[in-house]
């Protein structure tokens, strides 16, 4: 649990450690938060009257996801102790992920469970029907579905939207997003906030992929990368639970490290970079190079921009049947990434690496398997053990995350990751449990 401190001009921030504390440890008493706290007894009762008045904690611990409460008080060592746990329900966030074929949204409340997502298909980005308009509808009618369906509208506390970096976060929150055709220097907070009427952040979507793998774990004190694969390649550093954001929010572009430097163009204009050698869109343009467009379609194949992670998945399951062209290519993707996870974890010293995103659906084990031996000369071997492991969010990593960024800045963090446009993010007071 992180710790507070008793100063008195930092009440908000101890309310916010109070708050993560009861929300990653369900049933946990004032006394015990005031132990892992270092915070005075009178200080954490102070905090939790106030939590208690807001709605968003509640005395007792829910027996099942929506169930009864089970007794609040019960007497350990002699003394009365009272549980505490969230009130899920009270506030509730929306995650929207931008990928190139489709925009995933997602309705997160506060414990972290995933209430509700859907899915809508974009256009074929090099169709005519390619712009950033029909996308920020299609993520527009996305998140009206999942918030008129919570039954609790109120609740909602903002949007949060993972989009391709590099994002420039200097004037109106501007996604300038390189990987999809036509959406440089669009103003996607402005435009989504203006279209549904709530508060929008934007982060960058590997490291919204990371903030909510740390918002999920019980576990304090972290450092790990996450490697987001998906139309491309994104990192997401967090070193001690301290989420690296950079001079301008776009720490963490893995994909941009140059992995083969007579390697492929790169769309960011260097030559041989992880995401030119290892993306889906790069691995499946090269095999149907190779074999030829004719073959490559035989082979199952549908090569439009649209369809590039279910030919990705296409050639693992071809690699798998004995197609030496697809293992080959596949294996040249895995062996950049591993070579360039080796090169992070030694420059920031993470004990873990967290793998996810669509591009990694079939190929997971593949890229696991690389990574894995790629960090058996990592520099902190010795001192400390790097684990590999794919992220529990799946290909919703994004959307998650952003989602779990909306909840963390409005309610237990000192992140200063937040844009919102106009409005700043407002927890409205909620009824009293009755
Ligand atoms: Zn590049």
């Known amino acids: 649990m992180r710790r507070g401190t008793n100063l008195p001009w930092v009440g908000d921030y101890n309310q916010a450690v ?28 102070n905090i939790v009257r106030r939590l208690l008045d807001r709605g968003l904690v509640q005395e007792g611990v829910p027996a099942g996801a929506r169930g009864s409460l089970a007794p609040a008080r019960t007497r350990a060592g002699g003394k009365p102790r009272t549980a505490l746990s969230v009130r899920p329900g009270q506030a509730l966030a929306v995650g929207v992920q931008f990928e190139r074929e489709h925009v995933d949204a997602v309705l997160l409340d506060l414990s972290g469970e995933l209430l509700a997502s859907v899915r809508e298909q974009l256009p074929d980005p090099t169709g005519p029907a390619a712009s950033v308009r029909p996308a920020v509808g299609h993520a527009t009618h996305a998140v009206r579905r999942l918030v008129d369906g919570s039954g609790c509208a109120d609740a909602v506390l903002g949007v949060g939207v993972a989009a391709p970096g590099p994002i420039d976060f200097t004037g109106p929150v501007r996604s300038s997003a390189i990987n999809l055709p036509g959406w440089r220097g669009v103003a996607i907070a402005d435009l989504l906030a203006a ?57 963490g572009e893995v994909g941009h490290v140059v992995v083969e430097p007579d390697g492929p163009a790169c769309s960011c204009g260097a030559r041989g970079c992880l995401e030119a050698v290892a993306a889906p869109v790069a691995v499946v343009r090269r095999y149907g190079e190779r074999v030829g467009a004719a073959a490559a379609r035989a082979a199952g194949l549908r090569l439009a921009e649209h369809t590039v992670l279910d030919d990705h998945d296409r050639l693992e399951l071809l690699a798998r049947g004995g197609d030496a062209v697809a293992d080959e290519e596949l294996a040249r993707a895995a062996g950049a990434v591993a070579r360039a996870v080796l090169g992070v974890v030694n420059v920031v010293d993470v004990s873990e690496v967290v793998l996810g995103g669509g591009g990694l659906r079939r190929t997971g084990e593949r890229v ?38 909306v909840l963390h800045e409005a309610l237990s963090s000192t992140w200063t990751g937040v844009h919102v446009p106009d409005r700043e993010i407002v927890i409205s007071p909620v009824a009293p449990v009755h």
């Open 18 to 45: 109070v708050l993560d504390g009861i929300r990653r440890h369900p049933g946990t008493s004032r006394t015990e938060l005031a132990a892992a706290t270092g915070l005075t007894l009178q200080t954490v009762s």
């Open 195 to 251: 279209s549904t009427g709530l508060p929008v952040l934007v982060e960058n979507d590997a490291t919204a992929a990371a903030v909510g793998d740390l918002w999920r774990s019980p576990r304090v004190g972290r450092s790990f990368l996450y490697l987001h694969v998906g139309a491309g390649i994104g990192g997401g550093v967090v070193v001690r639970d301290e989420v690296l954001r950079g001079e301008s929010g776009n720490a």
């Open 368 to 405: 696991r398997e690389a990574v894995r031996r790629g960090l058996g000369v990592a520099m902190t071997r010795e001192v400390h053990p790097v684990t590999v492991r794919s992220g529990e969010a799946g290909e919703l990593a994004g959307a998650l995350g952003a989602a779990s960024a």
